[in-house]
């Protein structure tokens, strides 16, 4: 499994990466939360989500995500 952490959701780098792939994990955390097309493709950190007052979101919080981190074959940040 692929993990993507997304920071920036105006990163240039996401022109060059299959989100819609098999076997990912998109996780979004700080103001990346806020773009709602890529809430609906993976989650977003808890503590993200609840501090910019977000109501509709996929979350999970920093314990599971070093889960993640740890259970993946490759980690990708952006």
């Known amino acids: 499994m692929r993990l993507v952490i997304i920071r920036n959701a105006k990163s240039e780098a ?3 990466i299959d ?3 098999p076997d990912q994990k998109i996780v979004l955390m700080q103001n990346a939360v806020y773009d709602e097309a890529l809430r609906t493709k993976g989650f977003c950190l808890a503590e993200d989500v609840k501090a ?3 109501a509709a979101a996929r979350t999970i919080d920093y314990a599971a ?3 993640e981190i740890f259970s993946a074959e490759k980690a990708l940040c952006i």
């Open 65 to 67: 995500i070093v889960d």
């Open 14 to 16: 996401l022109k060059y």
């Open 19 to 21: 989100l819609a792939g």
């Open 52 to 54: 910019r007052g977000i």
